[in-house]
């Protein structure tokens, strides 16, 4: 990555971090799950609206660093509208994306913005950070547990 994509990537993060999108509980949820980090404190919420198995709204809530506010930031814009096959889908390139997997460049731009995290990869202890989100996105998809740890 050149040195100026990659500082377009960090105005992106620090400005959903400043700024984040879908900020907030959400009444009449449909699911939703408790995510903790607790090597870095990082402690989310997500909120999702199912209808069928269409991701119809996602926010999310809490607090942490930077980057697990701007991942939660722009993972809930990047579900929204998406079927939860998608979602787990998108979840699955972002793993390989911030752990330094193969992603192929048709599954890099399908990511979009979430992209932005690839740099991530580069600092191991932030990793946790950048997947808090997704997650416990996964956790209240599947129901299976209303709270997860990254330890
Ligand atoms: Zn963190």
Excluded at 114 to 140: I, M, Y
Aim: with cysteine.
């Amino acid at each position: 990555m050149n040195d100026e994509l990659l500082e377009l990537y960090q105005e992106l993060i620090l400005d959903h971090n400043a700024r984040p999108h879908n900020f907030g509980a959400m009444q009449g949820s449909t699911h939703h799950a408790h995510g903790l980090n607790p090597l870095c404190g990082d402690d989310i919420e997500v909120f999702l609206q199912l209808d069928g198995n269409r991701i119809k709204d996602a926010k999310f809530s809490g607090h942490g660093c930077a980057i697990s506010k701007a991942s939660a930031s722009l993972m809930t814009d990047a579900v929204k509208e998406a079927s939860t096959e998608e979602a787990q889908a998108m979840f699955d390139v972002f793993h390989r994306l911030v752990t330094g997997e193969n992603v192929s460049d048709l599954e890099r731009e399908n990511l979009g913005k979430v992209a932005a995290f690839s740099g991530v990869k580069e600092f191991p202890a932030r990793v946790k950070c950048a997947s808090l989100a997704w997650h416990t996105l996964k956790a209240a998809l599947n129901q299976a547990h209303e709270q997860v740890s990254t330890e």
